[in-house]
Nanobody, 120 residues
Framework: QVQLVESGGGLVQPGGSLRLSCVAS????????MCWYRQGPGKQRDLVAA???????NYADSVKGRFTVSRDIAQNTVYLQMNGLKVEDTAVYHC??????????????WGPGTQVTVSS
């Protein structure tokens, strides 16, 4: 089994910054892709940013130029640096990882989420 734990959420004013972290632990041989999703009030869960183990990245159009995803491969950690935050960025941010275990199976895991609230 694999556990993902997010941290770094909170309340910030428009234009402010936050840095989210997500640490994966458990039966991990390799993490192929680590992603951040978010789910706003009354909305579906959408992809925010993703980073593969080769360093390639993908961002939602709404966050390009403001958010940066990065990984510490050795520590099984993914970060999301969020700058220029807007009210519409308010959501619960979830970490997601495609994890290969020591038996060679690949499974998809989710963290419980961390709340980000952007408000004046």
């Amino acid at each position: 089994q694999v556990q993902l734990v997010e941290s770094g959420g909170g309340l910030v004013q428009p234009g402010g910054s936050l840095r989210l972290s997500c640490v994966a632990s458990g039966n991990i041989f390799m993490i192929h892709v680590m992603c951040w999703y978010r789910q706003g009030p009354g909305k579906q869960r959408d992809l925010v940013a993703a980073m593969a183990k080769d360093g390639s990245t993908n961002y939602a159009d709404s966050v390009k130029g403001r958010f940066t995803v990065s990984r510490d491969i050795a520590q099984n950690t993914v970060y999301l640096q969020m700058n220029g935050l807007k009210v519409e960025d308010t959501a619960v941010y979830h970490c997601n990882a495609d994890v290969e275990n020591t038996l060679g199976s690949v499974e998809d895991f989710w963290g419980p989420g961390t709340q980000v609230t952007v408000s004046s």
